[in-house]
């Protein structure tokens, strides 16, 4: 069973305007979470996370909001640019001091012009 | 500062074969992970590497070993080599110690071929 779900294979969404990618995790103890942006034939790159103990996290035009109590993570980008176009994975760490993450299956956001 | 370096970056093995990947991770970064992507299953975790030994390891079979050298660096090894082995292998080097929180950084990958 999944423990990440990006339940959005894939987001179209007009230059200038907002994207938002959605994640939902089933796991209370997680108490880190990430996103990565991936390009064909390279690895992921990170992007932004944030720790549990927070519920907005902000960084340029990226910012990554966490509702605990939904087990819901979203990561906004605005304004959206052509360069954006990519995979968009959202990763969750548990407690305990492990580095081992858990990915979402990925979210193609493509920025028309 | 030198990223995640990961060789080779494709490599084709028959079945039954045995491959080994290695991952230089960034300077001063002391643990080191493996994922597995495929299309189907996306981002896999494999194992987890720090100061040469196993912390986490993923759902994989035995088939899926790893170590890690004094000097951080680390391959992966899978024996006995399935049609399904067929993915992108990626490794990633963090600076994290234990009960730290840090972000990964990931390698371009080896793309491996079982024919």
């Known amino acids: 069973d999944q423990q990440v779900k990006q339940n959005s294979p894939s987001l179209s969404v007009q230059e200038g305007r907002i994207s938002i990618l959605n994640c939902d995790y089933t796991?209370?103890?997680?108490?880190?979470f990430l996103w990565y942006k991936k390009y064909p034939a390279e690895g992921p790159t990170f992007l932004i996370s944030i720790s549990s103990i927070k519920d907005k996290n902000e960084d340029g035009r990226f910012t990554v909001f966490l509702n605990k109590s939904a087990k819901h993570l979203s990561l906004h980008i605005v304004p959206s640019q052509p360069g954006d176009s990519a995979v968009y994975f959202c990763a969750v760490r548990g407690g305990g001091g492990a580095d081992g993450l858990t990915f979402g299956k990925g979210t193609h956001l493509i920025i028309q012009p | 500062k030198a990223g995640v370096t990961q060789t080779p970056r494709y490599l084709i093995k028959t079945r039954g074969q045995q491959v080994t990947l290695s991952c230089s991770p960034i300077?001063?970064?002391?643990?080191v992970s493996w994922y597995q992507q495929t299309p189907g299953q996306g981002l896999q975790f494999l194992f987890e590497?720090?100061?040469?030994?196993?912390?986490n390891k993923g759902n994989f079979p035995g088939r899926f070993s790893g170590r890690q050298f004094s000097n951080s660096r680390s391959e992966m090894n899978v024996s006995t080599l399935e049609l399904g082995d067929s993915a992108l292998y990626l490794c990633?080097?963090?600076?994290?110690?234990?009960?730290?929180?840090?972000?990964?950084?990931f390698g371009q990958g080896t793309r491996l071929t079982v024919v």
């Open positions: 300077s001063g970064h002391r643990s």
């Open positions: 990633a080097s963090s600076l994290r110690g234990q009960g730290l929180n840090t972000e990964a950084f």
């Open positions: 796991n209370s103890m997680f108490d880190y």
């Open positions: 590497y720090f100061s040469e030994t196993q912390r």
